[in-house]
């Protein structure tokens, strides 16, 4: 990977892993740095900028961030959200490399939606395993939690991008054993729907 393709490659990935976790933050987030001058988004996404895209971002933001803390409406929020931040981290992916080829792009796509999906997965799995639990001080906890991830990583993505990508390699190293183990344990466990 060439010097000038880890930045944008630890971008791309960052962005579809935080649509995983929070993904009209990252929409919000990406129109602001951009606004500020912070971080140039390619064309293709420089509507996210617009005061109106803005706002609705920053909005479902803000009832994400709350509705977030409530165990039975996070439930479903996730299962919703299951069909929204897998395809919009994909496509948010895939835009960053929208001047690179279509090679490149559906690489960018495919790259994309599986981490968004490994972080989705990874997410609403511990969350509803969380959600269990009968005391709502874990769940509050657990929502911070991934608010600070998300925000930390999109630092390290834009300030360390090569060490952003190194730590999103072992992230999805950790989700893909932890699915596997959960593949077997379901395997294992004994039907009951049966005579």
């Known amino acids: ?40 988004l390619p064309a293709t996404l420089d509507i996210l900028q617009h005061p109106l895209v803005m706002g609705c ?65 990874a997410k609403s799995g511990s969350r509803a395993i969380i959600n269990g639990s009968p005391e709502p001080v874990s769940n509050v906890t657990a929502s911070l939690g991934e608010e600070a991830l998300l925000v930390s990583g999109g630092w390290v993505a834009l300030f360390h991008p090569l060490a952003f990508l190194v730590l999103l390699a072992l992230f999805m190293l950790v989700v893909a054993y932890f699915l596997r183990r959960l593949w077997r344990a379901l395997r294992r466990r004994p039907s009951t729907g049966r005579a």
Request: proline share 3%.
């Open 1 to 40: 990977m060439s010097a000038e393709l880890i930045p944008q490659a630890a971008i791309a990935a960052a962005v579809a892993w935080g649509a995983g976790l929070r993904l009209y933050l990252v929409l919000f987030a990406l129109g602001l740095l951009h606004r500020l001058g912070i971080l140039q």
């Open 57 to 121: 971002a920053g909005l479902f933001a803000l009832a994400e961030f709350f509705g977030d803390k409530l165990p039975w409406l996070d439930t479903v929020s996730d299962t919703v959200h299951t069909l929204i931040r897998i395809p919009a981290g994909a496509a948010l992916a895939a835009a960053f490399f929208a001047d690179s080829g279509a090679a490149a792009q559906a690489i960018a796509l495919l790259l994309g939606g599986s981490i968004a999906a490994g972080t989705h997965v």
